[in-house]
Each structure stands twice: as structure tokens, then as C-alpha cells.
Nanobody
């Protein structure tokens, strides 16, 4: 059974930074793609970033390119992923969800409904 545990959310002022982390365990997660989605109040869930196993390929939503950076480390049987978020704006306020899936990282943005494993989410609030 794959488990995802997120941390790092909180309250930050506009222009500030936060780093989210997600630890995945169980299954073959060190060989799975990982990513982040977010959902703001009253809005649909949206893709934020994804990273292939091994960290070679990275994908970002246009809205976060140049401000967010995704990375991961894959020790045996676990995987830890980070999302460094800089230059935050109130529009980044949302619950951020860690995801992992045996499929390709490049497919995550367009196929979120097929992503197999989701974390419980960590809230990020950016004040103006």
C-alpha cells in the first residue's frame, strides 16, 4: 500500500517562499513519477508540477514556471519530493496535494483523473 505524507504548508506573505515536502512509501515508489496538484477555494484542481523517477524530467504549469522548483530523492523503497515555491502571490493560495503514479510524469497534467495515489493535502495561504 502506497502512502504519501506531505508537510511544509502554512501562511506566508506575498513575495515570500515556502518549501513543501512529500514522502512516499510502499510499492515501488522510487520508480514512480511524482507531482503536485493544487485546489484553491471554489476552483477546480489544477496541475502544478511533475517529476519523473530519477528526477531527470520535470514539468511545470505555466503559472508557476520560473517561481517553483520540483526535486526528488529516491533512497531504496521510498521517495521524497520537494516543491520550492518562491515569489508567492495570493493566487498561489490553495491546498497542495502530492501525487505519485507508475505512469509517466509528462502525462500527469492531462490525466489527473487516472493518477493512482494522492496525499491528503497541505494548505498554503499567501497573504497580500
Amino acid at each position: 500500500q502506497v502512502q504519501l505524507v506531505e508537510s511544509g504548508g502554512g501562511l506566508v506573505q506575498a513575495g515570500g517562499s515556502l518549501m513543501l515536502s512529500c514522502t512516499a512509501s510502499g510499492g515501488a515508489v522510487s520508480r514512480y513519477a511524482m507531482g503536485w496538484f493544487r485546489q484553491a477555494p471554489g476552483k477546480e484542481r489544477e496541475f502544478v508540477a511533475a517529476i519523473s523517477w530519477g528526477g531527470i524530467s520535470k514539468y511545470y504549469a505555466e503559472s508557476v514556471k520560473g517561481r517553483f522548483a520540483i526535486s526528488r530523492d529516491d533512497p531504496t523503497n521510498t521517495a521524497t519530493m520537494w516543491l520550492q515555491m518562491n515569489s508567492l502571490t495570493p493566487e498561489d493560495t490553495a491546498v497542495y496535494y502530492c501525487v505519485t503514479d507508475p505512469g509517466f510524469a509528462r502525462d500527469m497534467a492531462a490525466a489527473s483523473d487516472r493518477i493512482k495515489y494522492w496525499g491528503q493535502g497541505t494548505p498554503v495561504t499567501v497573504s497580500s
